[in-house]
């Protein structure tokens, strides 16, 4: 199987479009993984949360859908953020409320199990130190984990005489799955925060026990425009340039 590993979509369809357009080339995808937040900061959330649903998927819920679909509050988002989360429960449609509200915070599927920040807080810890991965493979009951919230694409491996190293994944890099615990994070589709604007995702080939990270570009302009229309924030939109 070829698998799409995707995360912190939101809501910008021409990034999430250009991905699913690079995976497809030369085989289709056999289904999509979701790390959470489809939705939040973009234009465009009903058309990201349709076309996440017209794959077969599995995924879980990040603090920007659960937002979204009133699960929690802003209070702990900044103001561009919290602008933006309520601009997107304002315009969810019925089923894209739905779908998100039904999203669980994690997901274990095979090998693997997904979740957007961490295993011992789900919807909010930004999984970036070595701590922090200690204590994602304590709580880790799988070979591999899969994780989103910070925007950023890491591999880590499990250590046995030193603490793990969160080590940053290229374009291109293919991760053979064998006996380590990994700890994976596919970057940001929609608002990548490593300076490289590109939207990041990755593929799992299950007969080649692999995963591979890519990046793609998009039309950021179109992304802009739509943002700009729709009364989001302009430092949310503008940061899509720079990658940050």
């Not at 794959?55 to 603090?63: F, I």
């Not at 603490?163 to 700890?183: C, F, K, N, Q």
């Not at 026990?209 to 939109?237: K, N």
Request: some cysteine; hydrophobic content about 35%; glycine content about 6%.
């Amino acid at each position: 199987m070829r698998i799409a590993i995707v995360s912190d979509i939101h809501s910008n369809l021409a990034a999430f479009e250009a991905v699913l357009r690079h995976a497809e080339t030369g085989s289709p995808l056999d289904a999509l993984w979701c790390l959470g937040d489809t939705v939040g900061y973009g234009p465009q959330p009903n058309e990201c949360v349709a076309q996440l649903c017209s794959y077969e998927q599995r995924a879980v819920a990040g603090n920007h859908d659960l937002a979204a679909c009133g699960k929690m509050t802003t209070e702990e988002f900044n103001q561009a953020a919290a602008q933006a989360a309520h601009w997107t429960a304002e315009q969810l449609s019925p089923d894209s409320h739905a779908y998100l509200h039904g999203l669980p915070l994690v997901h274990g599927e095979g090998d693997f199990t997904l979740v957007h920040g961490s295993l011992r807080w789900p919807e909010w810890e930004y999984l970036l130190s070595s701590e922090q991965a200690q204590a994602q493979f304590e709580a880790q009951r799988t070979p591999y984990s899969l994780v989103g919230h910070s925007h950023l694409a890491f591999v880590c491996r499990e250590e046995r005489a030193t603490p793990p190293r969160l080590r940053p994944a290229a374009d291109s890099e293919r991760v053979e799955l064998g006996a380590e615990r990994l700890i994976m994070n596919p970057g940001s589709v929609g608002q990548p925060r490593d300076n490289d604007p590109r939207a990041s995702y990755a593929v799992y080939d299950s007969a080649a026990a692999c995963i591979t990270f890519h990046r793609v570009e998009y039309d950021i302009a179109a992304t802009q425009r739509a943002m700009e229309q729709a009364g989001l924030p302009h430092s949310l939109s503008e940061r899509l340039s720079y990658g940050r």
